[in-house]
C-alpha cells in the first residue's frame, strides 16, 4: 500500500508555508532595515536574503561585511551559527520519503529552516518531495520581499517599529514549541534544560565568551542526550 | 568584495543544510539516536529563544510584556501569526508607555 508520493500534497504544504512566509515578512523588514543602515545597497540585501535564507547567519554576516572581515571569518562565523542545521537536515532525512531522491533533496535543502523543519517534522506521517517545495514557497517569498522592502524603507521608518518587530521570530519559536511541550512531559523537560544551560551560556563569566551559535548547538546537543537517554521516543513515533 | 562575502556566506549555509539531508538516505534504526533527533527541534529552538528573547527588544520590561503574551497565546494554541503578531503589537504599545511615563 505504500504509494512513491506521499499524501501530503503542494497545495497542503503552501498552506502549511503562508504564517510562516507572513512571520517571515516582518522579520526580514527588520534585516532589509538593518542590512541598508549598514551600509548595503538594496540589491545586495536582497540578494542575500534570496541565497541564505537564514535569520541569524544573515545578521551576523551584514555585521562581517560591513566592518570588511577576512573571507575565512565570514565561513566560520556562518559554519557555527548555521551548524544547528545540520542537526535539523539529519533530523528532517529521516522522514523524507522516496519521493524526495538526491536531486530533490539537493534542492529542497535550501529551503530547511527553523521554522520549515520544525512545520514538516510535526506532520504525523513522512514527507514527500510536493510537500516540501509547497512549504518552501510562501516562506521564500515572504523573506526575499519583506528584504526588499525592509531596504526600501529603512530610513523612513522609526525605531520604535522596529524594534517591536524584532521579538516577531522569538515569538514564533514559542508557538512552537509549546504545544508540544504541553502534552509531552519530556518535550518540555528538554526544552527545560536547553533553556537554562544557554541561560548559562549568555551569564556565566568565561563561558559567555563562547560564540552564540556554538553555544546553541552545545545546549541542543545536551539537552537531546538527556532526552535519548531518561526518556527514549516509543518506537510506534513514527 | 562584497559578493565574494555573499558568495561565501550563501555557500556554507548551503552545504550544512544539503550535506546530511542528501548523505543520510537509509532510515536510522537505533532507538537512541532516532530519540535524540526527535528532542532537537525542541531544544534548538528553546535555546535560541532564551533568554536571547529579553533583548531583542529597546527595553527589557517590554521584551518581559511581549514574551509573557507570546507564552500564553502559544499555551492557548494560536497559531504562528496571531502569537507573532500580538507580541509585536505588545512590545510597541509597552515601548510607547515607557516612553510616556519616563518624560
Not at chain 1, 104 to 129: L, P, Q, Y
Request: a positive charge; one cysteine or more; hydrophobic letters at 50%.
Amino acid at each position: 500500500m505504500k504509494s512513491e508520493e506521499s499524501s501530503y500534497s503542494y497545495s497542503e504544504g503552501f498552506k502549511d508555508g503562508i504564517p510562516i512566509g507572513l512571520g517571515y515578512l516582518s522579520v526580514s523588514f527588520s534585516f532589509g532595515i538593518m542590512a541598508v543602515n549598514s551600509g548595503l545597497p538594496v540589491w545586495i540585501s536582497v540578494l542575500i536574503s534570496m541565497t541564505n535564507l537564514t535569520s541569524a547567519g544573515q545578521f551576523a554576516g551584514i555585521g562581517l561585511i560591513a566592518c570588511g572581515a577576512p573571507y575565512i571569518e565570514m565561513a566560520l562565523t556562518q559554519l557555527i551559527i548555521n551548524l544547528r542545521y545540520a542537526l535539523m537536515s539529519l533530523s528532517l532525512s529521516q522522514k523524507a520519503d522516496k519521493s524526495l531522491n538526491i536531486l530533490h533533496r539537493m534542492i529542497t535543502a535550501f529551503g530547511i529552516t527553523d521554522e520549515i523543519f520544525a512545520v514538516a517534522s510535526g506532520k504525523a506521517h513522512d514527507i514527500g518531495k510536493s510537500y516540501m517545495y509547497g512549504l518552501i514557497t510562501a516562506p521564500y517569498l515572504g523573506w526575499s520581499t519583506g528584504t526588499l522592502l525592509g531596504a526600501i524603507a529603512g530610513n523612513i521608518l522609526p525605531g520604535s517599529v522596529s524594534a517591536a518587530l524584532n521579538i516577531a521570530l522569538y515569538s514564533m519559536f514559542i508557538a512552537i514549541i509549546i504545544p508540544p511541550a504541553k502534552k509531552s512531559k519530556p518535550v518540555l523537560l528538554v526544552i527545560a534544560i536547553s533553556v537554562v544551560l544557554s541561560t548559562i551560556f549568555e551569564f556565566a563569566p568565561y563561558i559567555n565568551r563562547l560564540s552564540n551559535g556554538f553555544a546553541i548547538i552545545i545546549c541542543a546537543v545536551t539537552a537531546s542526550f538527556l532526552g535519548a537517554v531518561f526518556f527514549p521516543v516509543k518506537e510506534a513515533t513514527e | 568584495m562584497t559578493l565574494i562575502h555573499v558568495l561565501v556566506m550563501a555557500g556554507v549555509t548551503y552545504l550544512i543544510r544539503m550535506l546530511p539531508f542528501v548523505l543520510f538516505k537509509k532510515k536510522i534504526e537505533n532507538r537512541f539516536i532516532k530519540s535524540f533527533l526527535h528532542y532537537v527541534p525542541f531544544a534548538v529552538l528553546g535555546a535560541m529563544t532564551f533568554p536571547a528573547i529579553f533583548s531583542s527588544t529597546s527595553s527589557v520590561y517590554s521584551a518581559i510584556i511581549g514574551t509573557a503574551v507570546a507564552v500564553f497565546l502559544a499555551f492557548r494554541e494560536k497559531s504562528l501569526l496571531t502569537v507573532a503578531s500580538s507580541a509585536c503589537l505588545t512590545v510597541y504599545i509597552a515601548e510607547a508607555l515607557i516612553k510616556l511615563f519616563q518624560h
